[in-house]
């Protein structure tokens, strides 16, 4: 961010009955009781505005203050656009340059109350997003006992380009930092820090597998889960390295932080636009994720999908990860004069044998979905369902499941619809767009029950037995949820057998 450094400043907001003050380390912050008697902390620095000679370095703890901290409304947002326009979350931007803020929802601020808690790290490709947006408000979890935390964090260029002159994955480190201000802080907002769960979906899922795999988030967190979690893929120094020679080719600005330090923030996000456009000097990196966490030898020690399919990384963590089963089905597929559908399902690692299998599993699929249907299976279905065989092969605790509910608007169970569910929050702004006008309690009640399940007890109930190799039990989200064994096998026949 362009705008000057400057330590948080207390605000002259008057203090009333419903204003409650808890003192963290750095300082006081002054929260208020919503009318459901929970309690929400909103825009608390974890650590300092990454600007000036901080823009590029690795998050530093803010500066002290001894007056109450307005905690009151969302703080600054590294999302710089209005994307809520045209995404299906809505996600506000919040102009200012403290973005490595994060929100609290708790239900009580005794430290005595020892309450589980759940970390939330928003998606949006890494380079999107928001932690202000009402789909993750936590009243939901609070009136359940659980404490909720939202967190922002640095995208796009400032984020994740390697740059000569600053460390790299700047945003893991960001999110490594607010976990740290938890371990230090939540008790006094009523959390338990030996009992907290990290989520994410999206980039937000993959954020979560990414800290399963680094060794300086461990002790961070007791469990975790990944939502839709999408991670970089092929994955490594060369591949950040290429990224960031494409971005001085196409743009003419070296890949440092000394060129980029004093730009404005609509100067790089021009520069991120031409970074993310197609073409064939692309050849050799990812087709969508350009910008996002890689294995740097350092602090991701090796590519993070190795790590987890080995069983290296979180190995003693519980996990409950899954997918819609129509991420991206929307996605358009190409036009007339575009490559043909097998040519593209080769682009995303198929050969002709696999090719076969897929259009024969699909065959009762509208074929301009095929496209769309084949990069929800490679983005994130396979994925996931590999995490899910290797964590089964060595037992570690898993649970696996797909939301299959079809939103009445398009037919499907498409990117983002799982999460008003399962954060119970059907009434939320944008919910009826995305779910329509009566989307099925049931579903929401079933699937919020064993999320604050699985961050209390670490485990999502009896009604959903752990993902084994030899069961395969998915949990299947759906008006009537249900467990089956190995539904996904066809995904397993084509993409990892």
């Given amino acids: 961010m362009s705008a000057p450094t ?3 400043a207390p605000s002259s907001r008057r203090a009333d009955a419903e204003a409650v003050v808890v003192a963290t380390t750095r300082g006081p912050v002054r929260g208020e009781r919503r009318a459901d008697d929970c309690l929400r902390f909103l825009g608390i620095p974890y650590a300092q505005p990454p600007v ?3 823009r590029f370095a690795a998050p530093v703890p803010p500066e002290p203050w001894t007056e109450p901290l307005d905690a009151t409304a969302y703080g600054p947002t590294a999302q710089r656009r209005p994307f809520a326009e045209v995404t299906t979350i809505p996600e506000p931007s919040v102009p200012g340059a403290g973005v490595l803020n994060l929100n609290v929802f708790t239900p009580a601020t005794d430290p005595a109350a020892a309450l589980p808690v759940l970390v939330w790290i928003h998606g949006g490709g890494y380079v999107a997003g928001s932690a202000a947006s009402p789909w993750y408000d936590g009243a ?6 659980v404490v909720l935390v939202s967190l922002g964090y640095r995208l796009g260029i400032e984020g994740f380009l390697h740059l000569d002159g600053a460390p790299d994955n700047r945003g893991v480190r960001d999110w490594i930092a607010a976990l740290a201000w938890v371990r230090d802080n ?6 338990d820090p030996a009992k907290v769960t990290i989520a994410g979906q999206s980039a937000g899922g993959g954020a979560v597998q990414t800290l399963l795999a680094v060794p300086a988030a461990r002790g961070l967190f007791r469990s975790a889960i990944s939502v839709s979690g999408a991670v970089l893929r092929p994955d490594g120094p060369e591949v950040a390295r290429a990224a960031s020679r494409l971005f001085t080719d196409r743009t003419g600005v070296p890949a440092t932080a000394a060129a980029l330090r004093d730009l404005g923030d609509d100067e790089l996000l021009a520069l991120q636009d031409r970074l993310g456009e197609l073409g064939p000097d692309r050849a050799g990196l990812p087709p969508l994720l350009s910008l996002a966490p890689f294995a740097d030898g350092e602090l991701i020690p090796v590519p993070v999908a190795d790590a987890l399919a080995t ?3 979180g190995a003693d963590v519980p996990l409950m990860l899954g997918f819609t089963a129509h991420e991206f089905n929307a996605f358009p597929a190409p036009g007339p004069d575009g490559p043909p559908v097998p040519v593209l399902l080769g682009s995303l690692g198929l050969d002709a044998t696999r090719v076969d299998r897929f259009t024969a599993a699909y065959a009762t699929e509208a074929p301009d979905r095929l496209f769309g249907q084949a990069l929800t299976d490679a983005t994130f279905r396979a994925p996931s369902l ?5 964590r089964a092969e060595r037992e570690h605790p898993t649970w696996l499941y797909e939301f299959r509910w079809e939103s009445p ?9 799982d999460l008003p569910f399962a954060f119970d929050l059907l009434a939320a702004e944008g919910v009826t767009a995305a779910a329509g006008e009566a989307p099925p309690q049931a579903l929401a009640d079933a699937m919020h029950r064993a999320w604050v399940a699985f961050v209390r007890d670490q485990d999502p109930g009896e009604e959903w037995p752990r993902y084994t190799a030899d069961a395969r039990a998915t949990m299947l989200w759906d008006a009537q949820p249900r467990i089956e064994t190995d ?6 026949e084509i993409w990892l057998a």
Avoid: Q, W, Y
């Avoid at 939540?186 to 959390?191: E, K, L, P, T, V």
């Avoid at 590999?386 to 290797?390: K, N, S, Y």
């Avoid at 539904?487 to 397993?492: C, E, H, K, S, Y």
């Fill in 409 to 417: 608007v398009n037919g499907s169970a498409f990117h983002c619809l």
């Fill in 140 to 145: 939901s979890f609070n009136r359940d006992g």
């Fill in 52 to 54: 000036g000679e901080l």
């Fill in 186 to 191: 939540i008790a006094r907002f009523g959390g």
């Fill in 311 to 313: 069983g290296e990384a």
């Fill in 386 to 390: 590999a995490v899910a065989d290797a």
């Fill in 6 to 8: 400057s330590p948080p």
């Fill in 487 to 492: 539904p996904l096998g066809r995904v397993r």
